[in-house]
Nanobody, 115 residues
Framework: QVQLVESGGGLVQPGGSLRLSCAAS????????MSWYRQAPGKERELVAT????????NYADSVKGRFTISRDNAKNTVYLQMNSLKPEDTAVYYC????????WGQGTQVTVSS
C-alpha cells in the first residue's frame, strides 16, 4: 500500500521557520522524483520545489527561492522542505508528491503564517 505522510505543519509568525517531512512507503522511493506543492484557499495547486532521485538536482518556484530548501534521505524514504523567512502568502496546505511512471500524493499538511 502506497503512503505519503506529511508532517511538520503548523502556525508560525512571519519571519519564522518550519520543516516539513514526508515519509514514504509502499514503493521504491529512490526511483521517484519528489516534489512539494501547495494550495492556498481559492487558488490552484502550485509547484513549490522538486528534488531529483539522487538528491543532487533541485528546482524551486521563484516565490520561494532563497528561502526554502528541499532535500531527501533515500535511506529513510523521506523528503523534507525547510522553510525559512516565512511570509503570510506562504499560508497553504502543503502536499508531497512522488513521480515516476506513476504519481502519488500525500494528504497534505496545513501551514499558516500569521501574527
Amino acid at each position: 500500500q502506497v503512503q505519503l505522510v506529511e508532517s511538520g505543519g503548523g502556525l508560525v509568525q512571519p519571519g519564522g521557520s518550519l520543516r516539513l517531512s514526508c515519509a514514504a512507503s509502499g514503493f521504491t522511493f529512490s526511483r521517484y522524483a519528489m516534489s512539494w506543492y501547495r494550495q492556498a484557499p481559492g487558488k490552484e495547486r502550485e509547484l513549490v520545489a522538486t528534488v531529483a532521485t539522487a538528491g543532487g538536482n533541485t528546482n524551486y518556484a521563484d516565490s520561494v527561492k532563497g528561502r526554502f530548501t528541499i532535500s531527501r534521505d533515500n535511506a529513510k524514504n523521506t523528503v523534507y522542505l525547510q522553510m525559512n523567512s516565512l511570509k503570510p502568502e506562504d499560508t497553504a496546505v502543503y502536499y508531497c508528491q512522488a513521480r515516476w511512471f506513476l504519481t502519488y500524493w500525500g494528504q497534505g499538511t496545513q501551514v499558516t503564517v500569521s501574527s
